[in-house]
C-alpha cells in the first residue's frame, strides 16, 4: 500500500511533531531497507545521494529521504539546505525528500526519525536514506536507525576530523571518500568482500559531481545487505533498533512523568523537607518514584485510548 | 612591499596605469543596455552613439546567456527581460544595422555561451566586410564568479575553463584587438561581499585563468595584456578610491612574481567599472542620481579605463531614456566640468588615502593566501568557501541596516511619507510569440544539411582537445542557433549542478 | 506543542541572484523558522513538488528578472490544482506596483519590494498564522 504523497506528508508532520507511531501501520514495517548516510559537513552527502537516487531509480526502485540539518541553539530554527541538492527529483512519484531539523536533540538524528522511517517504510518504499550531520563522538545515533551505515569524508580534511573521524570509523559499514576528482585520490580498494562471518569494509572513491564511483557504491551496498540477510546480522540490527527504538520512547515517557511529577504539589512539600534537612534525598527519590509510577500506569490508559480513537477517525477519514 | 615612491604608470601601477592619465584620454563611457528585441537594442544603440556615448555595452537575456533559444520552454517569461534576446545571427545582425564594427568597440556581458557570441559579432563583421583585425571588444567570459554569485553558468568548471581558453587563444591570433576575459568582482560585490573581499576574490579569479592559459601552453605576455577587469564602485568613497589602488598594487605584482611576466602591458590591472547597483534604492528614486555621481567620482579618482553610472530607476528595472541619458550626463559633467581629471591619481599622497590603501591590500593578500592554501580558487569555490563568505558579509550587512548601525537615507533614515511609482520600461507581451514564429522560420529557411554538419563537427571536436572556436563560427554562419549549439555542448560537457551549503 | 514555522524559500525562472533570498532564508532561520532553501533555477513544478513534501507552512517566492508573473502565476496555478489549502504565499524582489495587485489577486498575500526588511517578513508570518 503505498500512501498518497499528501497524506504522507501530513501523518510525518505529525510525528515529527511527537504524536505516537499509528498501531494499525506498524505491522506494514519492516520491508524497506533503511540506509544512514553520515559525515561532516560539506563532504558532498546530499550531492551523492542525489547520485544514487539515479542510479536506483534506474533499478525501479522507490527511495525515500530524510534530510538531517542541526537546528541553532540559539534562536530553535534551521537552515534546511539538503534538499537543494537533490531538488531535481521532486516531481518523480517515486522519490520522497523531507527535511527535518534536530529540534535541539543531539546524536545526529531527531527524537522522531525511527516513526518517520516507519512510515516511509509503511508507505512502500523500498529504500529509506537517512541523511545526518556526523562529526564527533556524539553524531553516531544513525547506527541505531540503519541497516547501512555509509560514512562519507572528503580528502585532506583537517585534524579535528581526524580526531572526530574514530566515532564514525566505529559505525561506517561503508565508508566513500568523496570529492574524489578535487583531490588525487587513491584508487578504491576492490570490490567488497564478506564471509558469513564478518564483513570487510571497503573504501569507495566518489565524485558526486562527476558520478564517478556512485555505480561501485550501490553495488556496495547491496553486497552489505546481502551480507546482513546471510549473516543473520540484519535480524541482529533491526532488534537493536527495536531496542534503541523503545528504550527512547520509555525515556521520553518517563522524563514526561518525571517533570510532571516535579510539579505537583507532593513533589514541592517533599523538595521542602529535603531543603530543611528533615529528608535526604534518596528518600525523596523513593517517595517520588512511587508517585511516578502510579501515575504512569494512570497516563499509559489515557495515551492508549487517545492512540485509538485518533485512528479510527482516520480510517473515517482515509478514503 | 610599498615602493618608497610610486608614479602613476609605472609598475606596481598604484597611481594609475598611465603617465597622464585622463589627461591624455578620457575613460571610456560605456553605458549598459539592451533589451527585448534586436531592433529595439539597435535603435537604443545609434541613439546613445549619437548622444555622445563612445563605446557599447550589450546585456542579453537570461535564456541567451544560459544557452536556449526564445521558443524553448526553460525561457518561459524570460525572453528579452533583462537583455536583448540573441539565438542566431539573425538577431545579431539586426543589433548592428548601421553600426560599423570597426568604428565601435562593444562590451559583452556574457559568460558560459561568450564563445558564441563572441562567434556571433565576428561573422557580423565577416558580413560588414570588417576585417577581424579591427574588431574590438570584450566578452565577460569569467565563470567562476557565475557559480557564486550570479548563476547564468551552464557546464562543469573544466570544460567552462577549457572554452575561456579556447576563447584566449583563438583572439591572441586572430582578433588582437579583443579582451579576452573581464574578471568581475561588480557582481560578487553585488552579492555582498566586502570590498577587501571584492579584490581578493576577483584576483584569485584572474589567477586561475592565467593558470589555465599558461597551462595550455600559451605564454603569459602574449595574453595578459589583453585581460581586463571589472569593479564595483560602492558607496564608501575613500574606501572605494583605495581599493582600486590596491588591487592595481597587487596584481602587478601577481603578474610580474608569480607568473614571470616581463611586459609591463602584462602587469597593469586595466578596468571597468560599474556603480553599485545595490546602493540604489526604490524609495526616494531621485537620491540615487546623486549616490551614482559620488560613485562615480570615485571610481574616476580611482582611475578606472572605463565607466558604466546606474540610471536612477536601475534598481527597479531597465532604465527609461531619460534616466538613462542622465546617467550618461552624469559622467560628461565629471569628465568636462570638474577638473578632476588633470592630475593623475590626484589623492595620492594623502595619508589617508595611502594607508586606506596599504590596510585593503594586506587584508586582500590574507584571503590570496587562505585561497591559496585551499588549493586554488577553483577548490576554493567548489569547498563553498567564497560561496559562505560573500553571503554571510550580506546576511551581516543586513543586519547592520536593520539595527541602523548601517543607514540609508529613505530606507531606514529620512523616510518620506509618500510612496513614489517608478516608471518602468514595458516589455512587449508579443515578444515570446514572435520570437518563436520567427525562430521557426528561420530554421525553415536555412541550409539543414549544413547545420546538421556543423553540429556533429562541433561534437566531435568537443570531445576532443582541438580549439572550437572556428568551429562554432562555421556554426553561427550558419544560422545554428545559440540553443542548438549549446545542446550538443551539454550533451558532451554535462550541466553544472549547484551545491552551495551556506 | 507549538513547532517551528516550516517556510520554503524558492528562486523560480532563470534569475540566479541568490542575496535576498538567502537573506531572507537565515534571517527567519534566526527568527525561529524552519526554512528549506531550494536555490535557483527551480521550476514552479519543483516548487509545488518541494512544498508538498516538506509540508510547509509558509511559501516565499523571490525574482528579480522580471519574468515573475508567468513564474508565480504558475505556482499559483499548480497549488489550487494539488488543492494545498492553509500555505500562506509571499513574494520578494524587483515586482512592479501594477503587478502586486495582479499577484495578490492570485493569492499571493505580500510583496516585499527592496528595502524590505526580515524583521517585517518575520512579523508578517507569525502575524499571519495566528
Known amino acids: 500500500m503505498k500512501m498518497h504523497s499528501k ?9 515529527e511533531s511527537g504524536e505516537p507511531f499509528p498501531t494499525d501501520l506498524y505491522r506494514r514495517t519492516g520491508n524497506a531497507r533503511i540506509l544512514g548516510i553520515t559525515g561532516p559537513p560539506g563532504v558532498g552527502k546530499s550531492s551523492l545521494i542525489d547520485r544514487l537516487i539515479d542510479n536506483l531509480r534506474r533499478q525501479h526502485k522507490t527511495i525515500a529521504v530524510i534530510a538531517i540539518d542541526p537546528t541553532s541553539p540559539i534562536s530553535g530554527g534551521a537552515l534546511l539546505g539538503d534538499r537543494l541538492r537533490m531538488q531535481r527529483h521532486s516531481e518523480d512519484e517515486g522519490v520522497f525528500i523531507r527535511s527535518l531539523a534536530t529540534r535541539h536533540h543531539h546524536g545526529g538524528v531527531t527524537d522522531s526519525t525511527p516513526q518517520i522511517i516507519h512510515a516511509l517504510d509503511a508507505a512502500g518504499f523500498d529504500i529509506v536514506i537517512v541523511e545526518t550531520v556526523g562529526t564527533g563522538q556524539d553524531e553516531v545515533e544513525v547506527a541505531e536507525v540503519a541497516d547501512t551505515v555509509v560514512v562519507v569524508l572528503m580528502p585532506e580534511l583537517g585534524d579535528e576530523i581526524q580526531r572526530a573521524k574514530s566515532g564514525l570509523m566505529e559505525i561506517a559499514d561503508i565508508l566513500v571518500i568523496n570529492k574524489a576528482d578535487l583531490f588525487n585520490a587513491r584508487p578504491s580498494s576492490g570490490a567488497p568482500q564478506y564471509t558469513a562471518l564478518k564483513w570487510e569494509r571497503p573504501t569507495i572513491h566518489t565524485s558526486a559531481k562527476s558520478g564517478e564511483g556512485i555505480t561501485t557504491l550501490c553495488g556496495a551496498m547491496d553486497v552489505h545487505h546481502a551480507y546482513l540477510v546471510h549473516s543473520k546480522e540484519l535480524a541482529k540490527r533491526r532488534a537493536r533498533a527495536v531496542r534503541a527504538e523503545v528504550t527512547r520512547l520509555l525515556q521520553s515517557r518517563i522524563s514526561a512523568s518525571i517533570l510532571r511529577a516535579l510539579e505537583g504539589p507532593q513533589a514541592q512539600t517533599i523538595l521542602t523537607e529535603v531543603a530543611k534537612r528533615k529528608l535526604d534525598p534518596q528518600d525523596a527519590v523513593e517517595k517520588l518514584t512511587k508517585e511516578i509510577l502510579g501515575s504512569n500506569q494512570r497516563s499509559s490508559k489515557h495515551v492508549a485510548t487517545s492512540t485509538r480513537r485518533q485512528t479510527a477517525k482516520r480510517r473515517k477519514t482515509r478514503r | 612591499m610599498k615602493p618608497e615612491i610610486e608614479q602613476p604608470g609605472k609598475f606596481p601601477f598604484t597611481r594609475g596605469i598611465h603617465a597622464t592619465m585622463y589627461r591624455g584620454k578620457l575613460w571610456t563611457m560605456r553605458q549598459y543596455a539592451g533589451f527585448g528585441t534586436a531592433k529595439e537594442t539597435n535603435k537604443r544603440y545609434r541613439y546613445l552613439l549619437g548622444q555622445g556615448q563612445t563605446g557599447l555595452s550589450m546585456a542579453f537575456d537570461l535564456p541567451t546567456q544560459i544557452g536556449y533559444d526564445s521558443d524553448d520552454s526553460m525561457a518561459l517569461g524570460e525572453v528579452g527581460r533583462v537583455g536583448v534576446a540573441i539565438s542566431s545571427l539573425a538577431d545579431m545582425e539586426q543589433v548592428f544595422t548601421g553600426i560599423p564594427l570597426d568604428k565601435v568597440s562593444t562590451s559583452m556581458t556574457i559568460n558560459a555561451t561568450a564563445g558564441i557570441l563572441l562567434a556571433l559579432y565576428l561573422a557580423v563583421a565577416e558580413k560588414q566586410n570588417v576585417p577581424w583585425s579591427k ?13 557564486i554569485a550570479r548563476g547564468t553558468y551552464i557546464f562543469p568548471p573544466k570544460p567552462s575553463l577549457r572554452l575561456i581558453a579556447d576563447i584566449v587563444e583563438f583572439c591572441a591570433k586572430e582578433v588582437p584587438g579583443w579582451n579576452t576575459i573581464s574578471v568581475g568582482g561588480y557582481h560578487m560585490r553585488e552579492a555582498g561581499c566586502t570590498a577587501a573581499q571584492e579584490i581578493a576574490f576577483t584576483l584569485a579569479d584572474g589567477i586561475t585563468y592565467v593558470q589555465t592559459c599558461v597551462e595550455r601552453g600559451l605564454n603569459v605576455d602574449d595574453f595578459a595584456p589583453r585581460l581586463a577587469f571589472f569593479f564595483n564602485c560602492h558607496s564608501n568613497f575613500f574606501e572605494e578610491i583605495a581599493k582600486f589602488r590596491a588591487a592595481r598594487r597587487l596584481w602587478a605584482h601577481i603578474m610580474r612574481d608569480r607568473f614571470g611576466a616581463k611586459n609591463e602591458r602584462s602587469m597593469m590591472l586595466r578596468f571597468h567599472t560599474q556603480t553599485a547597483g545595490s546602493t540604489l534604492t526604490a524609495q526616494q528614486p531621485d537620491n540615487n542620481v546623486v549616490r551614482t555621481t559620488l560613485e562615480a567620482l570615485a571610481a574616476v579618482l580611482g582611475g578606472t579605463q572605463s565607466l558604466h553610472t546606474n540610471a536612477k530607476d536601475e534598481a527597479i528595472a531597465l532604465p527609461t531614456e531619460e534616466s538613462a541619458l542622465l546617467a550618461l550626463r552624469t559622467q560628461q559633467i565629471i569628465a568636462y566640468e570638474s577638473g578632476v581629471t588633470a592630475e593623475p591619481d590626484p589623492l595620492g599622497g594623502s ?6 590603501t596599504d590596510q585593503l591590500a594586506q587584508q586582500a593578500r590574507e584571503y590570496l593566501n587562505k585561497i591559496d592554501n585551499l588549493g586554488g580558487m577553483l577548490k576554493a569555490i567548489e569547498s563553498g568557501y567564497v560561496y559562505k563568505e560573500i553571503y554571510h558579509a550580506a546576511y551581516e550587512h543586513q543586519k547592520a541596516v536593520e539595527r541602523k548601525e548601517k543607514i540609508i537615507v529613505g530606507v531606514n533614515e529620512c523616510v518620506s511619507d509618500k ?8 516589455i512587449d507581451p508579443q515578444l515570446e510569440p514572435r520570437r518563436r514564429h520567427d525562430l521557426a522560420a528561420l530554421r525553415k529557411k536555412r541550409n539543414a544539411a549544413k547545420v546538421t554538419r556543423c553540429l556533429a563537427t562541433l561534437e566531435k571536436a568537443a570531445q576532443g582537445t582541438e580549439n572550437l572556436m572556428p568551429i562554432i563560427v562555421d556554426c553561427v554562419r550558419n544560422y545554428v542557433t545559440v540553443g542548438e549549439i ?17 | 506543542m507549538s513547532r517551528p514555522i516550516k517556510v520554503l524559500i524558492a528562486k523560480a525562472g532563470l534569475d540566479g541572484h541568490e542575496r535576498g533570498a538567502l537573506v531572507v532564508a537565515m534571517g527567519l532561520r534566526d527568527a525561529g523558522m524552519e526554512v528549506v532553501y531550494t536555490g535557483i533555477r527551480n521550476t514552479p513544478e519543483q516548487i509545488v513538488a518541494a512544498a508538498i513534501h516538506e509540508d510547509v507552512d509558509v511559501i516565499g517566492l523571490s525574482s528579480l528578472s522580471g519574468g515573475h508573473m508567468a513564474q508565480f502565476t504558475r505556482v499559483m496555478d499548480l497549488l489550487k490544482k494539488e488543492q494545498i489549502k492553509g500555505v500562506l504565499v509571499f513574494a520578494g524582489g524587483i515586482i512592479p506596483d501594477d503587478d502586486v495587485k495582479k499577484l495578490k489577486k492570485l493569492g499571493i498575500k505580500e510583496v516585499f519590494g527592496p528595502g524590505s526588511t526580515i524583521a517585517s517578513i518575520a512579523e508578517f508570518i507569525t502575524k499571519s498564522r495566528r
Open chain 1, 7 to 15: 497524506e504522507l506528508t501530513k501523518l510525518v508532520t505529525r510525528l
Open chain 2, 135 to 147: 574588431v574590438s571588444g570584450t566578452v565577460q567570459n569569467d565563470i567562476l564568479k557565475e557559480y
Open chain 2, 351 to 356: 595619508p589617508y588615502i595611502e594607508s586606506l
Open chain 2, 419 to 426: 510612496k513614489l511609482k517608478i516608471q518602468m520600461q514595458k
Open chain 2, 486 to 502: 549549446c545542446k550538443v555542448l551539454r550533451g558532451t560537457f554535462g550541466e553544472h549542478r549547484a551545491n552551495h551549503s551556506i
